[in-house]
């Protein structure tokens, strides 16, 4: 499942793209609030990717990852992604990651509307959530600009270098958006 919104394309990531992945991965400001932490090497980026790589295309998909690239240079600039829940809840999990050259262009936000709108239209969901850490505040003004809602925090829930830190949980459902 591939897509394009008016600047982007996003593609089911790859093999071809683990290069990208693990530089993106490897940027300190990216992962300030990532609870994956910086990849050691190359092959630990292998071993996170794998399982989205493998699952491409299975009929029983449930997770996502698309790169993220300019349409018109097809330059990388980072990754986006859905979980969905596989049961009568209908609920889909989203993220974003870019990398910093690019923040401050809309590229987030224009990347996540187009994943509720697909989560929404084409995965027939019924409430789409994210969730980030509550020092986060570019994370909180892309999802308010999506239409998310602020519902609450998971106190220390998120494990990121070595701290427990607070989350924000923001969502939409489908009544929202109509």
């Known amino acids: 499942m591939n897509f ?4 982007l394309k996003l593609t089911e990531i790859i093999w071809d793209d683990l290069e990208d992945i693990h530089a993106l991965q490897s940027v300190f400001e990216v992962d300030e609030f990532n609870t994956v932490g910086i990849p050691k090497d190359i092959e630990e980026t292998r071993n996170n990717i ?13 997770k996502y ?3 993220i690239r300019i349409a018109n240079t097809d330059e ?3 990754l986006a992604g859905i979980s969905l829940s596989n049961d009568k809840f209908r609920i889909g999990q989203i993220f974003y990651k870019l990398h910093p050259k690019f923040w401050g262009k809309g590229y ?3 990347v996540s509307k187009k994943i509720i709108d697909l989560g929404f239209t084409h995965f027939n969901l019924h409430r789409i959530e994210a969730g980030f850490a509550t020092e986060n505040i570019r994370s909180k003004r892309v999802l308010e600009k999506c239409g998310m809602i602020k519902e609450g925090v998971y106190r220390k829930i998120l494990p990121i270098r070595g701290n427990w830190v607070d989350s924000c949980i923001y969502a939409i459902t489908e009544e929202d958006i109509k």
């Open 4 to 7: 394009n919104t008016d600047r």
């Open 65 to 67: 990852t698309w790169s």
């Open 50 to 62: 794998k399982p989205f790589v493998e699952a491409k295309g299975s009929n029983k998909q449930s």
């Open 76 to 78: 990388f600039i980072g």
């Open 108 to 110: 987030a936000t224009e």
